[in-house]
């Protein structure tokens, strides 16, 4: 097995990446990546999160976890492969004596695997995110272990990320991490990376990027138009309903006022203000002649302000016009 | 570095918190804009246009079909212990609700028990919308292991049984198929999902598979034309939205000033109206809201399930159990799905909000209070991705909307408890 298999709490990676930077980029496990915790399985990625939903409602952990309690485990894919592979999840006691550093080589050296199991979830398929719950009973060291195959190669592959659960008592080791972080505060300082850290840690700061950047984010004011083409609609109730599924007819014509005809017209759209798309799936389902295009199934399901993106596609042109809609 | 980036900094906040305070001073809470009373016109339920058609189910406006259909909703002997019915759930002094979590039948149901009235006017039907009409919809239960536990020879054996049910069923629908004879039609009690129901419904020929899914589609229709004839009543509101537009003293009379601040706030900056919008004060779409997981259960995947269900459904509206001839199935045909649908369940109506507790998919939310305080915080959702931003009101603003909510409770039309 080239690929080393050794998942690290955050702190030992920040150590780590300083004395041998070439470790982080290659281990399978759980990492910070910017301001999210990820999952590395092998190559394919995914956002990881764990919640104790009992005891600390929406706060979200990335590997350890502060009490035995009611523990789910999230998976979101980052990577769409992950959504067509059978992923098997594993939760065991951490019997390799290595507890931060134990890697996938580590694990393959235990003799009975379903003996030290505390949870197993077998393979399945998710296609649109992965969980599994699991209730500790005791607190303690723990390791996990995703396995993921491809259907075609049936090749496996596996993420290894050691966490604990509850205080369990210190080794020397935390020790031995703090000093070496103080050395790195001012390297961290100086490099950004403190910076990406701490946003990470801070859920109000998160929030306070997101929002600043929702508020940067400029409005987007085009016409139904492009400098090649002019698309205008036209609805059977005069303006577009909320809440009832109806057509459009779509005018497409030239510049210069000449119907655009045999086109392949694509329609999609939403709320950038709400980050969600429209309700349904539209599409051209006529062409009526005359630059005229009969647009089937749209709905809009509140009022506020929405983008319909009206993709055209002819021989000499293929462009996409926004039309802004306020509801 | 100087410390004028501070000082204007500090002039701004101020500036801008003596603004806000100005705005949010208490001003007249019974004067409306044109705009404010238009939407107001909007949510009333005189707004509320004629129940659409439903040309999948040809009985759905036919008395008989309403009759039959009521008493079949109000029969445990469509059970697998003859003693559940539709109403062991949808309770009607409960609005059609059930008070608790979770639906409690033959086991404990996945989800919170849905109220049915007005459902008519939505395209979806259960919280991730997994079927498209009510008659299909009211197949399921019937089936389900935890709720009624039959199966749908069983269902249509007791009404075959049953003489004033074979009068109307007949008048209805025609002939029943031959039950008598058992080696076509097997007598299996216990439910559709287990290993000996399947086997011998695998054996039965596709024909007689055909002519019991008929039958059993058309008692889901009788069922629909009963819950079709559900409909809230004027609440305290709509009389407030009849009188607004003329006396605005009057109509202010009929709501007290939180009611009214309350009311202010659910149209404006609480934000109801993206999804609790319309006279039955719901836009039947499915939102990611953030709610938590129920205890010892993952996440709930909400629509995205529902969507890949409702296409495969055989009881769908495009499927050879409608009564459709054109298969007018826009709704099902440009149905889309997405990553934002993970977690994301369907909009229920806000009438008789307060007698419907517990509230959401799973009945996670005791209160009214606790919904309201949800919203507030719109916190990250557990999967998928929470569409509603946090609101930031103060306590009193929550009590005045939750006021406000108080007020849309009226009796459900097309059912009187005196009368069965």
Known sequence: MSRKGTSIRLAAILTLSVLVPQIVGAHGGVVQEDDICVIKVSYLRAHFKVYQPRVSGHEQFCEDLPIASESVFVMEYLHDALATMPIDFRIIRDVTGKGRFARLEDIEMIGDLDDATVFYQPAITEPDVFTVIHRFDEEGDFIGIVSATQPDTRKVYAAVFPFEVGYTGVGY??????ALLLLQLQYLLMSGRFKRWFGRRSAA??????????????????VAADTELRVTYSTPAGQPEINKIHSWVLHVESKDGLPVEKAEISVTGGMPEHDHGLPTRPRVTEELGGGDYRLEGMRFHMGG??????????????????????L | MSRYPFLICGILIAAFTSLAGCQDRPSDPAAWTETELAILKSLALDSLPPLPPDPSNAVADRPRAIQFGRALFFDPRLSANNGISCASCHQPNRHFSDGLPKGQALGTSNRNTPGIIGTAYSPWLYWDGRRDSQWSQALSPLEDPEEQGSNRIQIVRVVAADDAYRDDYVSL?????????RLRFPGISGAAQGAEWQAAWLAMTPADQHEINRAFANLGKAIAAFERSLMPTQSRFDEFVAAVSGDEAAAASLLNDDELRGLRLFIGKAGCLQCHNGPLFTNNEFHNTGVLSAAGELPDKGRVSGVREVTRNPFNCLGEFSDDPER???????????????????????????FTAPYMHKGQLA????????YNEAPDAMIGHNEAKPLGLGKRELRQLEAFLRTLSGPVEGYQSDSM
């Not at chain 1, 302000?305 to 306020?326: C, G, H, K, M, R």
């Not at chain 2, 209160?367 to 949800?374: D, F, I, Q, Y």
């Open chain 1, 305 to 326: 302000y929405w983008e319909i993106e009206v993709t055209i596609v002819t021989e000499q042109v293929s462009t996409t016009v926004v039309i802004p809609l306020q």
């Open chain 1, 205 to 222: 700061v998160s929030a306070a990027v997101l929002v600043g950047l929702f508020l940067l984010a400029p409005l987007d004011t085009v």
């Open chain 2, 173 to 181: 629908f025609g002939p029943l198929p031959d039950l008598d004879d």
């Open chain 1, 173 to 178: 080791w935390p020790f031995f991490v703090a």
């Open chain 2, 367 to 374: 209160t009214l209070a606790e919904v309201l305080a949800h």
């Open chain 2, 328 to 354: 007018r199935c826009a709704e099902l045909e440009f149905v889309r799905t997405g990553p934002e649908l993970i977690g994301a369940f369907r909009t229920p109506s806000l009438r008789n909000v307060e």
